[in-house]
């Protein structure tokens, strides 16, 4: 596992099913328009109309969501076979920093209910298509 600021971090992205995409309000800075911008070689202002959506809050900007067979929706920008990111090397910052502890909550409680499940595959979600 990585180490985060000297730490052993305490989780693994790769074996969760992207529980954090599933956010509803990933919020994007400007900084993060202009990467994805660049990243897809399109304008700010195409960017920021194809990928976010207005917030709650006044000026904010969040990722637009796509539908998600775990979660109901969830990042547009995951890949719904892999449960990775498809532009990871683009993501947002909020993303990179996330969870921002060396413990993930949401990974903690899959592995638990994995493990009671006896179901290394389970997928834990209140979603009903």
Request: with cysteine.
């Amino acid at each position: 596992m990585a180490k985060k600021k000297g730490l052993k971090i305490l989780y693994d992205c790769d074996a969760c099913p992207a529980y954090c995409c599933s956010y509803a309000r990933i919020i994007v800075e400007d900084k993060d328009i202009a990467r994805l911008a660049k990243y897809f070689g399109i304008s700010r202002k195409e960017a920021r109309r194809k990928f976010t959506k207005k917030g709650h809050e006044p000026g904010e900007r969040i990722l637009r969501h796509r539908r998600d067979d775990h979660y109901g929706t969830a990042c547009r920008f995951l890949d719904r076979e892999t449960r990775q990111c498809t532009i990871y090397k683009a993501r947002p910052g909020i993303c990179g920093d996330y969870p921002g502890l060396r413990k993930c909550g949401y990974y903690d409680f899959l592995k638990f209910e994995r493990m009671l499940q006896e179901d290394d595959e389970f997928v834990p979600t209140a979603y009903n298509p």
